[in-house]
């Protein structure tokens, strides 16, 4: 049992929060390429990914191992982005700092979802049993590669419209 559910059943909520953070992060992102705020969706991604790194921890563990390394490493960069958007608003260094972080955070998701899906999918399992295999690190290569090409774009194409102070009536 963790937290009161049968393991199947939390690694079944555990997943299903990763998915909805990587969906809502890659909506993020392309919102970041067309230069908008999706509030909406920040939020989703930046509470679904650092659920995802906290419910990671509750797994039975015999040894730290990549997928604590992982998500310890997500939320330190989750611990700078967020604060970045949300207090420091995006000013100054701030803007790329949260896009690098928000960015990042995604791609350490997607590298789990790759690892996972290598784990899991019978279709795959057989490419790469230990993971050492070509086809894996092909994968995690061109995921790699797809992540920095879009921080980058990100980075210089997200320059949202700053927000409008609230009007008073003093």
């Known amino acids: 049992m963790i937290l009161g559910m049968s393991t199947f059943t939390f690694t079944v909520v555990h997943t299903i929060i ?3 953070g990587i969906f809502s992060g890659a909506v993020v992102v392309y ?9 909406g969706w920040t939020a989703l991604f930046l509470i679904t990914t650092v659920l995802t790194s906290v419910t990671g921890f509750f797994f039975p563990i015999t040894k730290i191992g990549p997928p604590h390394i992982v998500g310890a490493i997500s939320l330190v960069v989750l611990a700078v982005a967020i ?4 207090m420091y608003r995006l000013t100054g260094a701030w803007r790329w700092i949260y896009v690098a972080g928000a960015v990042l955070s995604l791609y350490l998701n997607v590298f789990v979802g790759v690892v ?9 399992k057989p490419l790469a049993p ?3 295999e070509p086809p894996f690190l092909v994968a995690q290569l061109l995921v790699l590669a797809l992540f920095i090409v879009l921080g980058i774009k990100a980075v210089r194409s997200f ?11 003093v």
């Not at 604060?83 to 949300?86: I, Q, R, S, T, V």
């Not at 996972?116 to 795959?124: E, I, R, W, Y």
């Not at 320059?159 to 009536?169: D, F, I, N, T």
């Open 159 to 169: 320059h949202p419209e700053p927000k409008a102070p609230a009007l008073s009536m």
């Open 116 to 124: 996972q899906a290598f784990q899991k999918l019978p279709f795959l």
């Open 83 to 86: 604060p970045a958007l949300y």
């Open 31 to 39: 919102g970041m390429l067309s230069a908008k705020r999706l509030e």
């Open 18 to 20: 990763s998915l909805i």
């Open 130 to 132: 230990t993971q050492s």
